[in-house]
């Protein structure tokens, strides 16, 4: 019993590790200024994201409502959120590579890179 209980450990573990999707993270806008614009979280399984809109001229940000779908096949992702705030585009399409995320709309393009820490909230 001994035996099959260790060799269950290691593939428990190897199960977790498979299970990461490849947008699993925080995602950040770096803009020209340095400062932080867009933020987007999305999680280990791949099925939930939060936003953290562009900031807002009087300080702050809002989180706007999000969902996303990612066709593994073609790599392209599509996010449907106000991210630049209301009135602006609410419908991204993009692409991932590594740790850059590269999305455009009518309202222009955003390049996200992946971070380890969000900051602000």
Known sequence: ????????????????????HVLAGNW???MADGKVGVQVQIDE?????????????????????AS???????????????LLG????????GSVDGDRLELSSADGKLTLQRRDQVSGH
Do not use: Y
């Open 1 to 20: 019993m001994r035996t099959s209980r260790s060799c269950l450990v290691p593939l428990l573990l190897l199960a977790s590790c498979g299970s990461h």
């Open 28 to 30: 950040v806008q770096v």
């Open 45 to 65: 399984t791949g099925t939930r994201i939060q936003v953290h809109g562009a900031p807002r001229p009087e300080g702050g940000h809002g989180h706007p409502e």
């Open 68 to 82: 996303f779908t990612f066709d593994e096949a073609t790599r392209i992702v599509t996010i449907e959120c106000a």
């Open 86 to 93: 209301d009135g602006k585009a609410t419908t991204w399409k």
